[in-house]
């Protein structure tokens, strides 16, 4: 018989309470906190005001699309699956919008029915390929977003359409220091953060995520679930893409892709703290990931870091998240 002194066992608490703590989505807010102790000073020295309003508000800024594209990218993720098509429906949306609405007011309600109806076709055909083929979720949304890309490519090759300024208040008004735009992201947070944990839809995703087929005995419509969460990631890239109309006041074919939408969304979910094999995570973590991100740019921005070192920055950042949360799981089940 083992005795366990009660060092030990104080020890082996400590090191459990540590370890709910962490998979509660509670360590990717303590980077996001040395993150920003880190880059306080190192903007500071650099000549920059990285605490002033203005450096606060481009940080928001940068988090609202990307982050109202993660919260869909999320829901997918923790169904087990992914979206690749993200950033050309975003593109789309953009095009199709201003070219509706051509700066007319009146039109607005077309212009964004119209995109929304697109955006829930393409969700739907990336969720009914997925379950009805079983192809690869990552061969099946990158197939759709090369069909978006030659669509938009043969029909659109410079800005076009124009955005009302009406509709342009989105993009740059602000409430008080707070940009009208991140009402929006709270606004689809909170929409999000209801269905995963308040829903019997957020169950099934968690369950579908963390075994198709023991949910499928238990009753779960895995098919339904994916198909759904497929449908709202495509819509949550139609919102984004309107916030960026709303800031470009055109339509841009090459807004999606040359913003890396589609990678940028995963790397901030899986450093968010949600696994990439689904049925774990959430969208309190993914805000967090996207805020780090945008913190990350603002930093390499006022050191006037290059583009190709920034870009080697936040693969590595997304490297470490992987192998951490995958050490993590290894030792959990071992």
């Not at 789309?92 to 609405?101: F, L, N, Q």
Request: hydrophobic share 50%; proline share 2%.
């Amino acid at each position: 018989m083992t005795v366990i002194s009660g060092a030990e066992r104080r020890t082996a608490g400590w090191s459990e309470a540590l370890r709910r703590w962490a998979d509660g989505g509670n360590l990717i807010y303590a980077v996001l906190g040395v993150a920003l102790i880190i880059a306080w000073p190192l903007v500071d020295v650099a000549g920059g005001d990285f605490m002033s309003g203005d450096s606060i508000r481009s940080i928001l800024l940068r988090s609202i699309s990307l982050g109202i594209v993660a919260m869909g990218q999320t829901l997918v993720i923790l169904a087990g699956s992914l979206d690749l098509s993200v950033a050309y429906v975003i593109s789309i949306t953009t095009v199709v919008a201003a070219s509706t609405i051509d700066g007319q007011a009146s039109r607005l309600p077309l212009g964004i029915g119209l995109v929304l109806a697109i955006g829930a076709v393409v969700g739907l055909l990336n969720g009914l390929i997925i379950t009805k083929t079983k192809t690869n979720p990552f061969i099946a949304t990158l197939g759709m977003a090369l069909v978006l890309q030659g669509i938009l490519r043969s029909g659109v090759s410079a800005a076009k359409g124009e955005v009302p300024s009406s509709f342009q208040a989105l993009g740059y008004k602000s409430l008080g220091p707070v940009p009208l735009a991140v009402l929006l992201l709270v606004v689809v947070f909170a929409v999000v953060y209801f269905l995963q944990r308040y829903t019997a839809f957020g169950a099934h995703l968690y369950a579908v995520g963390g075994d198709v087929q023991t949910a499928r005995l238990s009753g779960v419509r895995s098919d339904r679930v994916i198909v759904t969460a497929h449908v709202l990631c495509s819509l949550a890239a139609v919102a984004a893409g309107l916030f960026v109309m709303a800031r470009l006041g055109t339509g841009d074919p090459r807004v999606g892709p040359d913003g890396a939408y589609d990678l940028d969304s995963i790397a901030a979910v899986v450093v968010g703290g949600t696994a990439l094999s689904g049925g774990r995570g959430g969208v309190a973590g993914t805000l967090a990931g996207v805020l780090l991100l945008s913190v990350l740019d603002s930093v390499f921005n006022s050191l006037q870091v290059s583009s190709f070192i920034q870009q080697a920055v936040r693969g590595g950042v997304l490297i470490v998240a992987v192998a951490a949360y995958a050490i993590r799981k290894r030792r959990a089940e071992g």
